[in-house]
Nanobody, 129 residues
Framework: QVQLVESGGGLVQAGDSLRLSCAASGRTDGSNTVAWFRQSPGQEREFLAALVVSLFGSSPYYGDSMKGRAAISRDSAKNTVFLHMNSLKPEDTAIYYC????????????????????WGQGTQVTVSP
């Protein structure tokens, strides 16, 4: 079992930056993939970024919606993955979720919601004009 807790969301203004955190606990050792998604009302959950950890190291991957404005990183000692976002826009308003899979997912499948076994409760990000 893996537990994920997101934090760092809030109300910001357009152009601001924000750092979201995803603290993981439980069986997180070994190869794995941690991803960030977001979901707006009436919209499907959208892939933002993923960090694939394997014996060879860690590799970041990004979706198109925030490419160039987001960076994913981790603090291994704290078992926490971060999503750094800048130049935020009102259309970035959504609930942001982190997700975990106990496997190093390939680039062709890591954007899929169904590929992740564990999800956090989400953190709300609201960007005002």
């Amino acid at each position: 079992q893996v537990q994920l807790v997101e934090s760092g969301g809030g109300l910001v203004q357009a152009g601001d930056s924000l750092r979201l955190s995803c603290a993981a606990s439980g069986r997180t050792d070994g190869s794995n993939t941690v991803a960030w998604f977001r979901q707006s009302p009436g919209q499907e959950r959208e892939f933002l970024a993923a960090l694939v950890v394997s014996l060879f190291g860690s590799s970041p991957y990004y979706g198109d919606s925030m490419k160039g404005r987001a960076a994913i990183s981790r603090d291994s000692a704290k078992n926490t993955v971060f999503l750094h976002m800048n130049s935020l826009k009102p259309e970035d308003t959504a609930i942001y979720y982190c997700a975990f899979r106990a496997a190093a997912l390939s680039v062709g499948v890591l954007t899929g919601v169904q590929k992740y076994d564990y999800w956090g409760q989400g953190t709300q990000v609201t960007v005002s004009p």
